[in-house]
């Protein structure tokens, strides 16, 4: 009876290529397949392996972990998604805030710009109000000057020709 191999032993080129004729026994063309099939017969019996020690093998070097790893390790993953969690659940907070900020910002843009606008249409009518009142008072000044002079009494009026002369 063959010994089962020891995985520390086993070559890691070796354990490369006897992974990639596995892949070629599960392809879906039956020539590959069977010919990689009498590829691990080769090498099992060059190496005298049995199968259930290359059953061993692969179990030794793919799949179990002392169940105390397990739950250590269970443990890290655990505290780790909780973490992301919590972190997560920061985020999304941070998300909302900021998508509350956002929307005040656009509100008050919104209100910044109709002030803005009415601003600019009041603008005009201002300006067409300061020169209209600036030219009403200028002619009430006119006309209240004419009138108070029309009242006084008034002089003979002087020759300035003469002084041209």
């Keep these: 009876m063959a010994r089962p191999p020891d995985p520390r ?20 063309q039956p020539g590959h397949a069977a010919t990689a ?8 019996q060059r190496d005298s392996i049995t199968g259930g020690a290359l059953k061993n093998l692969f179990i030794s070097r793919i799949g179990t972990v002392p169940q ?3 739950s250590d390790r269970e443990k890290r993953l655990r505290a780790q998604v ?19 900020r956002l929307g005040r910002c656009q509100t008050d843009l ?11 249409m009041q603008r005009p009518w201002r300006y067409i109000a300061l020169v209209f009142a600036a030219g009403a008072g200028l002619l009430v000044g006119i006309a209240g000057t004419e009138f ?18």
Excluded: N
């Design 9 to 28: 032993e086993m070559d890691p080129r070796e354990i490369k290529i006897l992974s990639d004729i596995l892949a070629l026994v599960l392809d879906e």
């Design 110 to 120: 919104g209100i910044m710009q109709m002030e803005i606008v009415t601003a600019r």
């Design 37 to 44: 099939l009498e590829r691990i017969r080769q090498m099992a």
């Design 148 to 165: 108070y002079h029309s009242l006084s009494v008034t002089r003979a009026p002087i020759d300035r020709a003469s002084y041209l002369r």
């Design 68 to 70: 105390k790893e397990t």
């Design 82 to 100: 909780s973490g992301l969690e919590r972190r997560l659940g920061q985020s999304e907070s941070d998300t909302r805030t900021a998508q509350m």
